[in-house]
């Protein structure tokens, strides 16, 4: 059986025509590649190259190899990709977001409803999660919008209002209705990072202000040593402790999100208990 490695060696090589240059993008020896290219050449059993004094080159029967090459990689890459696809849907309910909400929001339902399964997730922009939910690698995906798609189904999930969360001495405090982007524009924020379709959202409507990302193991010890605003939503309102704040909503539509639950038609027995609970 041939050596995929080598395969992508001789790749490497008929892209560069130079086995200097091949073996140096390789990071291997000279004659490392050499001995390598001769194997595969020995495995077809036929002449793949053309030598000469002072030059190895591929004949037209080495071109062809290389087009059938290509498709060897590929499928063993398929091969490695599915058979990881179907591991990880055995053992492990994959979720895909476009925001933490969420899994903030259905995170402890999710692990009471599947209790022998890993949790995993991840937050990724809307195109990428439809992808791959149709292609199998998420049971389920959390977008701002209803999917539409014959082979999906997409339902209301719940709604996400963002709020501005400052310190009770800010000069803020005093507007009890909330406030307003405009208002607010112009000031700096402690952030989580990866906020999803939120990182967009408030990007787009505080242009003039400043945004200083934190790793969310350390963004509430920050706050809580800080007077500087962060952000914070009706879902993750009941989870913060910090006592000297306070949480205004954001008036503005664009703060409010719909956020909806997709998943393959196929798959809806298996996220029957989930569905229930979430529409309850």
Known sequence: MINIDFLEYLIVYAESENLSKASRTLHISQSAL???MQKVEDYVGVPIFTRTKNKLSLNETGKELIKNAYL???AERLMKERTITFHNKSTNISIGAVAPGPMIKYGNLLYSTFPN???VSKIEDKNTLIEK???????CIFTDCEVKDDDLIS????TENLYITIPKA???????????????DGQSFLVSNNLGIWDEIIAKNLPKSKFFPQA??????????????????NITIPLRTELERISLPILDRDATVNFYISYKKED??????LIKMIER
Do not use: C
């Not at 939910?133 to 049971?139: A, R, T, V």
């Not at 339902?155 to 719940?158: D, K, P, R």
């Not at 800010?170 to 607010?184: C, D």
């Not at 809806?268 to 208990?273: A, D, G, M, Q, R």
């Open 216 to 233: 969310m193991d350390n963004l509430y010890e920050i706050i809580n040593a800080s007077t500087i605003p962060n952000f914070s939503t």
């Open 170 to 184: 800010h000069f803020l405090a005093g507007l009890k209705r909330g406030v307003t982007f405009s208002e607010i």
């Open 133 to 139: 939910l149709k292609n199998g690698i998420y049971d």
């Open 34 to 36: 050499s001995r390598a």
């Open 268 to 273: 809806k027995n298996k996220l029957k208990k």
């Open 117 to 119: 399964k890993n949790i």
């Open 155 to 158: 339902q209301f999930a719940y």
């Open 72 to 74: 060897v990689i590929e």
